[in-house]
Structure formats: structure tokens, C-alpha cells
């Protein structure tokens, strides 16, 4: 995936463990440079590796850890330094489901060989839409479902969160969250 | 298609639409463009609506024909939204429409609060990708400024490193040339002197200068291993009492020039026999010390072992805290240049320094502390003394093994006879080889190729061959391989500066029957050359006890023939035969290791088990050799362990020999 992802990576371990740890990461997996270019395409091993190794260094499951690594893109990375971009996206979190494609399609153009994820949005009510994530990649269901838990805090909303199925597909992963809205809605944050 | 339908095409394309018509009255605007600017009324002016940024108006004139092709940006007078987009011409007189998008720059920049949707970008305007563009660039930006702010850091550290080598080359020529200068002017005075008194005087300058010399080589040496890393750490077992004794030996001369006392100081309940790495405490003390004794002119300087009660270390099984330290009673360091002082080329003054047995020796000694996980501590009081001192965790040997034997080099005769061949290419080693040799009353024969020496040994008979390995064209491996097939040969011995185990193995395996290290040792030498050759004329020969043991005992092969019937004994001759050879070789091999507990303990077995075979000469040899060890007696040891292979093998050619004579028969 792209460096960008990888910064964001580094960027939560070592504001959460320190520099040190990064280090030792990079050194577990013989990586030398320790700076990976935003813009450039590195092959999926070396970011499926360095957040293998990034788990096991803070000793987390695979999952959990990528859970915390959507949830840190979301409310923490993103922002910084795509916020208008977020902000374009959706009002509230049903609007900002519906135009992640838009969103990911839009970034194809400056990122060449981009693979971007797929959503698909239904809705079951006013209040409660089912999401489906199907990606050319394998595992990073749980990096969704990190980032769904992550809505609530950018919009200043109450919601529930369900992964309701995972499935490996032929090249890939299928899954379907189920997000329901609760109480009173206030709005964006 | 009528000019509703085209306005109706484009509002599906576009989310901020209005017509304007001849006048630049403003009518139809969408809902999107509504919602975030409600001013926008039927039969407004455009004019009186927006401010027209682009085109550019000539006369605050606007001529919407004329810009049929322009950019339009229009920011609303009250602020609300700023559009970016185009005019199209409606067919049939109906005006024109303006066809775009909010004006995404001017809106992120003067009002960020309103919140615009993804979907009010067409696909095709690529305002959205662009902004993401330059925020991922500037990203990039960001890590390329990472990257080469780490790059300039590397490259400072190695021009560091690289200015560090050239102050090193530069102290090391300085400290070289003084030392070699005293050589050759003492050797050349030494040819013009008469005067025997005063050319023993000279050779002593240059011997002295000589040591200084090798001493810096070997400081510049043991430096460019630590840089390198590739300083590890041993451990053997040693003597707190011979180590200490070691570093008094080295620094003595010096003490007593300057009239300083040098005491030795081990606390009582300092284990005495300790397992570490020897060679390097060793150094540390030998540097520390003779750094004290640099910096002190009078009084004392004191090296004390002991324990260390109050250092906090987590210690293994068995291990003891032993706490070193060398104090003197010299001019002190001032505080401000406490930190400085193990930085390789620190002087009092802050110039290079200018001896390097100190510059680098504190240093060396830091590196080596670091190894063995001591910090060396510094306390210093101007005009009262310095205390240098350290903390190392070492494991307690309760039992001695016998991996040092004492030597006297008086017990073993100062002469031999017997021919000699040495074989280097490097002539001056060769040269003092020779010199050396001679001055034991040998008969000596230097050859400088592989190929010369097997000519000569084939020509003339030896008793012993000392062969350099490392040789242009053919090496001393080969060479040997080569002499040793031939009829009678000498043993021979490699003279080499590879001694790790496995280069011994190796010579071992090529027929090598011992080895030199170099540059070669004054008793290693004696050692070795006692073992193959005989005492010379005039000379007290080693005086060992002859055997007075007949070389097999018929008696109790006898026995073991009746005992276990004659078809076992052929058997169990065989085996015995293979696995005493076996044995034989472990020893020769532990020998020539000098690996003196291996040694021991297979002198040791092979005495009771040649002994149950009747090879009662060989038992008792063997008895011998173990118990020297034991005794520490190195000239007990050598004296038994010449012609071991030839008694054993005279042994065991008997036993093989031997033929039942039954008594019936
Ligand atoms: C400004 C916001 C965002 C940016 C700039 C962004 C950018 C990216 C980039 C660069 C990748 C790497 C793809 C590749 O290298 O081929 C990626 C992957 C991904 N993005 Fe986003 N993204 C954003 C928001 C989101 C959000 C809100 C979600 C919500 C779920 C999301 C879900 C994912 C997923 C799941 C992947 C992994 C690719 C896969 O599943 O195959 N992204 N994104």
C-alpha cells in the first residue's frame, strides 16, 4: 500500500510507545530507512509485515491492533492533514458511508496504482444501514471496523457498530457491518 | 432539443447553475446554489450578485459572448459562496447559464465553515483531486525533508568517523616515529662504537624503543578492533594472584624508574580462582595502571581487588562482584575534564594528545569495561590523587583447572643438538629465526619457499622442520603434506599467526606435529624445541626417571588370552588396538593445543586402560604425564611428552606381535 499508510502507522506507534519501539520494529522486520515516501506504492507484504510486526511489538492481537489503527486514522491521522476532504465527505455518518467510494475514487487520480476498497450502502431504516466492505486485500476487515468505531467521535453521534459477517473471497475479503444510530443526534462535532 | 432540456442536462452535470440572460439578470438557480446562497433572486444583476474575479472585466463592462470560452470565478458580495465554472449560450435567445462548482480554494480559505459536499464537485473537476494532490505533496515534502535530514546526520557521522581516522593516523605517525627514530639511531651508533660497555647501552635503547613501538601497534591494533566491534569477549579460568602479578611485572620498571611504589592489594575474601575473560582485565588494569604512573611523581599507586558490597547488579550461580581499582597519588584531574578523559585523543591542555599510551588506553580500557558490562568510575582530587576503578561479575572456580602450568625455562637444558630447518619467506624473521635457533647450539638451515624445503628434505636428514604457513606459491600446508610422504621424516612444526582451534585442527590433519605461535615466544620456543630435540653436548640432559617397566608384560597378556579364549582376544585386540590409537591422538592433539586439562585426562585413561593390555612401560608414562600436570611441572610435562608417539607405538606393535604360546603346544 502506499507510504501514506505506513506513516500513519508509525506515526500512531510512536506517538502511543515512543520512537524506540518503531526502531525495533524496523530493525525485527531489517528495515533501514525509516522513512517511507507518502506517495509511493510499496508492496502489500511489507505493510501487512510492518503491522504484524507493529502487533506483536505492543502486544496485540493482529486485529485489535489494526482496530486501533482505523479508529487512530480516522480521528487522529486523517484529520491532520485531509480534513477538508473528510469534511466534503458526509454531514453526518449514513451521508459519509455513502460517499467513501467518491472519496477513495477521487484520490485514484494522484495515486496511480491506488486499489481502493468498495462500500456498499443499504438501508434498513432512517436509523440503521448496512455497510459492505469488499476489498482485493485479505485482513483488513478489522481496520474497517476500527474505523467505523471512529464516526461516532468525528460526528458527535451515538452509534452501534456490528460486524455481522467476514468471509474471505476469491482475491480478497467480504464483510458487512450493520450501524445503527441511537438516541438523539446531534450533529457534527 | 429545446433550451429547457439542454438547462436540465447541464443541472444534472453541474450543482451550481443559473441562467443570465442579455441584460445579466440573473434567473433559475439551482437548489444546491440556493441553499448556500439564498440572496440569489430572479431578476437580480449579476453584477449587483457577485464579484466578477474572472474574466476579467475591461470597464467593469461584461460581454457574455465574448466569454463563451473563460474561466468564470465569482465570489458572492455577501460572502456566502464563490463558484468556479463556465457560461454556455442557451439555444434560440434564451440567454446563457453559468455551469459549476463552489470555488473550492476560495471556500477553504475564507470560509472553511461551510460545509460542502463531495457531490457538489462533477466528476470531471478535478478541484477535490487536486487538493488532495497537494496535501499528499506536501506530505511528501515532509518525509523527503526526513529523509535527508536523516541522510545529512549519517553523512555528518561519517565525516565524524573520518576526521576521527585522520587525528588517529596523525597521533599514531607522531607516536611511531619517536620510538623508531631511537631505534635506528641507536643501531647506527652502534656500528661506529668500539666501546663494549656503551654498544650494550645502545642495543638496550633500541630494545627499549623497539617495545614502544610495538606497544602503540598494538594499542592502534586493539583500537581499530573495538571501532570495528570485533573485540569478543573469552573466558578462561585464572588466578587472581597471577593476574595481579601480571600487571606488577608489566608496570614495575616503570615504578621503579620513577621511584613510585607500586603496591598490589587482593582482599582476603577475593575467591582465587575466577573464570572471565583474563586477557582483557588484564589490559584494562595493565592501561589504568600505567596511566597512574604517568601522571604521578611521587608516592604510590595502589591496585586493590576486592568485592563489591554495594554495587546492584543481578548476579548468576556462582558468580562473585569483584570490585577493581588503581589509585595513585598523582596531580588529580580537574572536574570540567572528567567526562573528557576517555576521549581517544584528550590532553590536559585540550590539544591532540601527544601520548598515545594514555590517549587510547583510557579509551581501550572503557571499550573493554563495556564488554564485560563495567563502567569504568572516575574520582579525582587536584594535587591529591586519582582512583580509577571497576566492577566486573565474575564466576568463582573453587577447584583449579590446569590450563597454565608453571614453567621454568632454568629446569629444561639450555642447549640441544640435532639440524634444524626453518622455512619463511620473510627473510628478517627468517634471519632471527636462525639466530635464535644457533644460539641453542643447533645446526640450522633457513629456506624461504615450500619447494626449497622439500628439495632439502629430501637431500639431507632432519630432526625437526619449523615451517611458516602463509607463503607465496606454495604454502606450508602443502609443503609439509609433501615432505611427509616422503621416506623419513621430521616432525614438523607451523609457525603461524591463525592459533584459533580450528586452524590447529587443520595443521593437525596435514601432518603438523605442534605449532609456533607469531611472533614467536622465547619459552614456547624452548617448549617445543625440547620436545623434538636431544640436550646438547656439555648439557644437563632432562632429567627424568628412565622406566625401568619391560615394554609389555607377556604375563598379562597371558592371562587375558586364557581368560577370555583365544578367537575374543584376537577380537578385543583389534578394538583395543583402534581405540588406544584413537585415544593417542586426543592426546597429541590436546598437546599441541595446549589444552592441559584434556591433556591430563586422557593421559590419565590411557594409563589404566594400556595397563590392562600389559603395556606396562606406556602406563607408566602415562601416570607420568598426568601426575606433572597435576604438579604443574611444564619441564616434568614436556620431558615425558617427548617421544610419547615412539613408545607408543613400540608398544602397541607388540601387542599386536604377540602370539599366544600355549603351554601344550
Ligand atoms: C481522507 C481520507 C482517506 C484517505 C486519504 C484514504 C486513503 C487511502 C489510501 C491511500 C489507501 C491505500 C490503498 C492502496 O495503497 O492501494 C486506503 C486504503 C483503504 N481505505 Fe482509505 N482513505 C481515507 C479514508 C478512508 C475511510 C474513511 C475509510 C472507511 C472505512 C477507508 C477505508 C480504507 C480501507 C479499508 C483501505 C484498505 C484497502 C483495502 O481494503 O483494500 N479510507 N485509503
Redesign the interface.
Known amino acids: 500500500m502506499y ?2 499508510i505506513h ?1 500513519a502507522l508509525r506515526s500512531m506507534v510512536v506517538q502511543e510507545h515512543g520512537e524506540p519501539l518503531w526502531q525495533l520494529i524496523l530493525e525485527s522486520m531489517e528495515i533501514e ?7 509511493r506504492q510499496y508492496d502489500d507484504s511489507t505493510t501487512l509485515s510492518l503491522i504484524a510486526a507493529s502487533a506483536q511489538a505492543t502486544n496485540m492481537e493482529v486485529d485489535a491492533f489494526l482496530g486501533s489503527f482505523g479508529y487512530y486514522w480516522l480521528t487522529v491521522f486523517a484529520p491532520k ?2 480534513g ?2 473528510l ?5 453526518d455518518p449514513f451521508e459519509f458511508l455513502r ?1 467513501l467510494n ?2 477513495h ?3 485514484s ?3 496511480l496504482e491506488f486499489r481502493p476498497p468498495v462500500f456498499s450502502v443499504k438501508y434498513i431504516s432512517d436509523e440503521c444501514i448496512e455497510l459492505q466492505y469488499n476489498s482485493t486485500r485479505k485482513g483488513l476487515t478489522s481496520f474497517v471496523e476500527g474505523i467505523l468505531r471512529g464516526l461516532p467521535i468525528m460526528f458527535n453521534v451515538t452509534m452501534v457498530v456490528e460486524l455481522m459477517e467476514r468471509s474471505a473471497v476469491q482475491q480478497g475479503e467480504q464483510s458487512l457491518f450493520r450501524i445503527m444510530k441511537v438516541g438523539a443526534q446531534r450533529g ?1 462535532s | 432539443m429545446t433550451a429547457n432540456n439542454v438547462a436540465h442536462l447541464l443541472d444534472g452535470l453541474f450543482a451550481t447553475c443559473f441562467t443570465i440572460d442579455a441584460n445579466l439578470q440573473v434567473s433559475n438557480p439551482t437548489s444546491t446554489l440556493k441553499s448556500y446562497c439564498p440572496g440569489i433572486e430572479p431578476g437580480k444583476s449579476l453584477l449587483d450578485l457577485f464579484e466578477v474575479q474572472r474574466p476579467v472585466l475591461v470597464h467593469g463592462k461584461m460581454i457574455l459572448k465574448e466569454h463563451l470560452n473563460s474561466l468564470f470565478l465569482l465570489v458572492a458580495q455577501d460572502h456566502s459562496i464563490a463558484l468556479r465554472g463556465q457560461v454556455v449560450q442557451l439555444e434560440g435567445d434564451k440567454g446563457y447559464r453559468f455551469v459549476g462548482a463552489p470555488w473550492l480554494a476560495w471556500m477553504s480559505e475564507y470560509r472553511p465553515q461551510v460545509a460542502l459536499k463531495i457531490n457538489d464537485f462533477p466528476i470531471f473537476d478535478s478541484q477535490l483531486d487536486q487538493r488532495f494532490h497537494v496535501a499528499t505533496q506536501e506530505l511528501m515534502v515532509k518525509d523527503l525533508q526526513k529523509l535527508t535530514g536523516e541522510l545529512m546526520q549519517a553523512r555528518d557521522a561519517a565525516d565524524d568517523a573520518n576526521r576521527m581516522q585522520t587525528d588517529l593516523f596523525a597521533v599514531m605517525s607522531h607516536e611511531m616515529r619517536t620510538p623508531l627514530h631511537g631505534v635506528i639511531s641507536a643501531l647506527s651508533l652502534v656500528g661506529n662504537s668500539d666501546n663494549e660497555g656503551e654498544r650494550e647501552q645502545l642495543v638496550d635503547v633500541a630494545q627499549k624503543s623497539a617495545l614502544g613501538l610495538l606497544n602503540v601497534i598494538n594499542y592502534a591494533l586493539d583500537y581499530s578492533k573495538i571501532e570495528a566491534g570485533r573485540m569478543k569477549l573469552d573466558s578462561v579460568e585464572f588466578g587472581i594472584m597471577e593476574l595481579t602479578r601480571s600487571v606488577a611485572d608489566i608496570n614495575i620498571g616503570k615504578a621503579q624508574e620513577k621511584g613510585i611504589e607500586l603496591i598490589m592489594n587482593v582482599s582476603a575474601d577475593v575467591p582465587r580462582y575466577l573464570n572471565g575473560d583474563q586477557d582483557k582485565l588484564r589490559q584494562m588494569l595493565v592501561n589504568l595502571t600505567s596511566n597512574a604512573l604517568k601522571f604521578t611523581d611521587s608516592g604510590r599507586v595502589v591496585v586493590s581487588v576486592g568485592i563489591d558490597e554495594f554495587m546492584n547488579l543481578e548476579l548468576n550461580a556462582g558468580q562473585a562482584l569483584i570490585r577493581f581499582s588503581v589509585s595513585d597519588t598523582g596531580c588529580g584531574i580537574p572536574d570540567k575534564d572528567l567526562q573528557n578523559i576517555f576521549e581517544p585523543f584528550w590532553s590536559k591542555n585540550g590539544a591532540a594528545n601527544t601520548d598515545v599510551g594514555t590517549g587510547l588506553g583510557l579509551k581501550i580500557s572503557k571499550q573493554l569495561g563495556k564488554l564485560m558490562n563495567a563502567d569504568i568510575m572516575v574520582t579525582s582530587q587536584l594535587g591529591v590523587g586519582s582512583a580509577f576503578s571497576f566492577t566486573v561479575a565474575l564466576e568463582i572456580i573453587s577447584r583449579p583447572s590446569v590450563k597454565t602450568l608453571q614453567f621454568d625455562s632454568k629446569a629444561l637444558p639450555n642447549t640441544l643438538s640435532g639440524r634444524v630447518m626453518i622455512v619463511d619467506d620473510n627473510k628478517t624473521n627468517l634471519m632471527l629465526t636462525e639466530m635464535i635457533l644457533k644460539k641453542f647450539g643447533l645446526e640450522v638451515k633457513a629456506v624461504s619457499s615450500g619447494q626449497e624445503a622439500i628439495d632439502l628434505a629430501s637431500s639431507i636428514p632432519f630432526e625437526l622442520i619449523l615451517m611458516d604457513i602463509t607463503m607465496p606459491g606454495m604454502d606450508g600446508i602443502e609443503a609439509a603434506r609433501q615432505i611427509n610422504q616422503q621416506m623419513l621424516t621430521p616432525p614438523i612444526v607451523a609457525l603461524t599467526a591463525h592459533v584459533q582451534p580450528e586452524m590447529i585442527d587443520d595443521y593437525l590433519a596435514n601432518g603438523f606435529k605442534g605449532y609456533l605461535r607469531k611472533p614467536i615466544e622465547q619459552l614456547e620456543l624452548i617448549r617445543e624445541l625440547n620436545l623434538w630435540l636431544p640436550a646438547g653436548k656439555n648439557t644437563k640432559p632432562l632429567s627424568i626417571e628412565p622406566s625401568k617397566l619391560p615394554v609389555i608384560n607377556h604375563k598379562t597378556l597371558e592371562r587375558l588370552n586364557v581368560q577370555i579364549g583365544e578367537i575374543n582376544f584376537v577380537r578385543v585386540r583389534r578394538l583395543y588396538l583402534d581405540e588406544t590409537k584413537r585415544r593417542l591422538s586426543n592426546l597429541l592433539a590436546a598437546w599441541v593445543r595446549r589444552d592441559h586439562d584434556s591433556l591430563a585426562l586422557e593421559a590419565h585413561t590411557l594409563a589404566s586402560s594400556v595397563s590392562s593390555f600389559g603395556c606396562d612401560d606406556l602406563a607408566w608414562r602415562m601416570n607420568k604425564i598426568d601426575k606433572a600436570i597435576r604438579a604443574m611441572d611444564m619441564s616434568d610435562v614436556i620431558s615425558y611428552m617427548k617421544d610419547i608417539e615412539k613408545h607408543a607405538k613400540e608398544s602397541l606393535n607388540e601387542v599386536e606381535a604377540y602370539v599366544f604360546k600355549s603351554s601344550a603346544s
Not at chain 1, 530507512?33 to 506517495?39: C, G, K, P, T, Y
Not at chain 1, 469534511?87 to 454531514?91: E, I, Q, R, S, V
Open positions: 507510504g501514506l506513516n530507512a525509516d522513512v517511507f515516501l507518502s506517495m492533514d485531509y477538508p476532504l469534511n466534503l465527505t458526509g454531514d460517499n467518491s472519496l475514487e477521487r484520490i487520480t494522484s495515486f457534527r
